[in-house]
């Protein structure tokens, strides 16, 4: 299995390696996968929201010639090959229920490069369905938060945001907490409206270790697009309520927090900028005040639309009882060394 972190550019693997020390690897290759140990994992993706596509080209040329390199094994069985797919490649679509588990357009990924990248792999992989023996399962993952003892990496958009709260002296609500409004959109029957419930910004955070195992499992599933996610969100303001709390500051509307992150990145007062600086047009560009004019069940933070996970619990009924959010943040605060 290459590793997650592989920092070894695939095309050399057949450009600059000798063409015997390349056959001993598909000999290698060829030995574990016929022992059931080897499988193909992708998941060594950059993940910044502020790349164009044209900055993750060698990521989708590398996965080609991975897709290449597995189909060059000759077994009775077709290789196995997961792609760990983001929410980010379905960020434009606006559903009324929550996104299921088939291919979609491209224009559902557009506005993001991160996210048309995942869309641009997305479509490889099922084309490479289409034409060849591969066995694929791409798996288009939500957030994923810390681990047991709370490790997340501090570089992430959330961990960023809550660390900010030092400089910033913040964190940001979201001014709709409630339902928003009814709508009425066509008739059930004669007399008798369909109300549509508008709720925005829901949490559903995976928390590291449920994800990696979720995701090892799901390697032999034989369907080929899963989602991972928590299947029972909650809303953003119950997590940033108990985070301000621990950390005794105050809680503002979003875009009053994103103009006083601005206000810091301009005074350039501060020793040590806050990570979320790095951030800023993203966050800039984000909704967390749920004014979009789409109709939606229910919505991901920072305007994502929601992951059905009917068919990852249907395949992994474990799933369906993860650990609640709430109850994770001390260990996120704690990891970041935050009182």
């Known amino acids: 299995m290459f ?130 023996p591969l066995h694929v399962v791409i798996v288009r993952s939500g957030q994923v938060s810390g681990g047991l003892n709370g490790y997340w990496n501090s570089s992430d958009w959330f961990p960023s945001m809550i660390q900010s709260a030092s400089s910033v002296k913040c964190l940001p ?68 309520r108990q985070t301000a709390d621990i950390l005794s500051v105050p809680l503002v509307y979003y875009r009053d927090w994103v103009s006083r992150l601005e206000r810091v990145g301009d005074d350039g007062d501060s020793s040590e900028p806050p990570s979320a600086l790095r951030l800023l047009d993203f966050f800039q560009k984000a909704n967390l005040d749920g004014s979009s004019e789409s109709p939606c069940v229910s919505s991901e933070i920072m305007g994502l639309p929601r992951l059905s996970m009917k068919r990852s619990i249907a395949y992994l009924p474990r799933l369906g009882e993860m650990r609640e959010i709430v109850g994770e943040v001390g260990k996120w605060l704690k990891y970041w060394n935050m009182p």
């Open 3 to 132: 590793p997650s972190r592989c920092e070894i550019r695939l095309r050399t693997l057949c450009i600059s390696v000798r063409a015997v020390a390349y056959r001993h690897l598909l000999f290698l290759y060829h030995f574990c996968a016929w022992l059931n140990a080897f499988r193909r994992f992708l998941a060594a993706w950059r993940v910044d929201f502020n790349l164009t596509l044209l900055s993750f080209e060698t990521y989708i040329a590398d996965l080609r010639r991975l897709i290449d390199f597995a189909l060059s094994c000759r077994l009775p069985e077709p290789p196995r090959f997961l792609f760990l797919s983001s929410i980010a490649a379905v960020s434009r679509l606006e559903n009324l229920l929550p996104i299921l588990e088939h291919a979609v357009p491209a224009a559902a990924a557009i506005g993001s490069g991160y996210g048309e990248s995942k869309w641009v792999a997305e479509a490889l992989l099922i084309e490479a369905i289409a034409r060849t």
């Open 173 to 240: 609500l979201t001014s709709t907490e409630r339902v928003s409004t009814y709508r009425s959109y066509g008739t059930v029957s004669r007399n008798v409206s369909l109300l549509i419930l508008v709720i925005w910004q829901m949490v559903s955070f995976i928390p590291l270790d449920v994800a990696a195992k979720a995701i090892a499992d799901m390697r032999d599933s034989p369907t080929q697009i899963l989602h991972l996610a928590h299947p029972s969100p909650v809303p953003w303001n119950s997590v940033i």
